[in-house]
T-cell receptor, first 114, second 109 residues
Framework: DTGVSQDPRHKITKRGQNVTFRCDPISEHNRLYWYRQTLGQGPEFLTYFQNEAQLEKSRLLSDRFSAERPKGSFSTLEIQRTEQGDSAMYLC????????????FGPGTRLTVL | RKEVEQDPGPFNVPEGATVAFNCTYSNSASQSFFWYRQDCRKEPKLLMSVYSSGNEDGRFTAQLNRASQYISLLIRDSKLSDSATYLCVVRGNNNDMRFGAGTRLTVKP
């Protein structure tokens, strides 16, 4: 499968714990996006990378959230001191260069904070 | 006010019906516009881009009105397989993507 992959697919954690999610984009896609989606809502933009540079961050991305893409390939999203309100589906998407519009989404990581 | 707003739905229509979805966006500097489809418990997938002149792809027609900051999607001759949530998506000049909350469509036999 050469699509976007995310790991883990499901994560259950207790409030206050830290969690880290991984996204592997389609090879050679230099744009990578993170979104959060809750039930009945569309994906909410969190952050965007062009290669290893984080170019845009949403105000939704509080200080507890951090994202990296150290080598311009895979990316990680870390949530520190999780809260129940962090429970959501975290989606990653990638696309090739600027002239190509379509984003390809991964299957998402579903986070449940107890 | 949300950056991208869509019809609340749900839309329940019989097979063969024509259904239209509307979407408005608040950022006049938005660069690109799309409709994505999301099936239950699945990731969103691109349905079609929306161009200023309007564009058609089979039974699907998309329209953009930049002056009114309005986007529409028309589905003709609805099929059972069209049942899904349709997401209006707007890309800003910073390449950030803004999704609407989605409109759920159910096509019934």
């Amino acid at each position: 499968d050469t699509g976007v992959s995310q790991d883990p697919r499901h994560k259950i954690t207790k409030r206050g714990q830290n969690v880290t999610f991984r996204c592997d984009p389609i090879s050679e896609h230099n744009r990578l996006y993170w979104y959060r989606q809750t039930l009945g809502q569309g994906p909410e933009f969190l952050t965007y990378f062009q290669n290893e540079a984080q170019l845009e961050k949403s105000r939704l991305l509080s200080d507890r959230f951090s994202a990296e893409r150290p080598k311009g390939s895979f990316s990680t999203l870390e949530i520190q001191r999780t809260e129940q309100g962090d429970s959501a589906m975290y989606l990653c998407a990638s696309r090739p260069g600027a002239s190509y519009n379509e984003q390809f989404f991964g299957p998402g990581t579903r986070l449940t904070v107890l | 006010r949300k950056e991208v707003e869509q019809d609340p739905g749900p839309f329940n229509v019989p097979e063969g019906a024509t259904v239209a979805f509307n979407c408005t966006y608040s950022n006049s500097a938005s660069q690109s516009f799309f409709w994505y489809r999301q099936d239950c418990r699945k990731e969103p997938k691109l349905l079609m881009s929306v161009y200023s002149s309007g564009n058609e792809d089979g039974r699907f027609t998309a329209q953009l009105n930049r002056a009114s900051q309005y986007i529409s999607l028309l589905i003709r001759d609805s099929k059972l397989s069209d049942s899904a949530t349709y997401l209006c998506v707007v890309r800003g000049n910073n390449n950030d993507m803004r999704f609407g909350a989605g409109t759920r469509l159910t096509v019934k036999p």
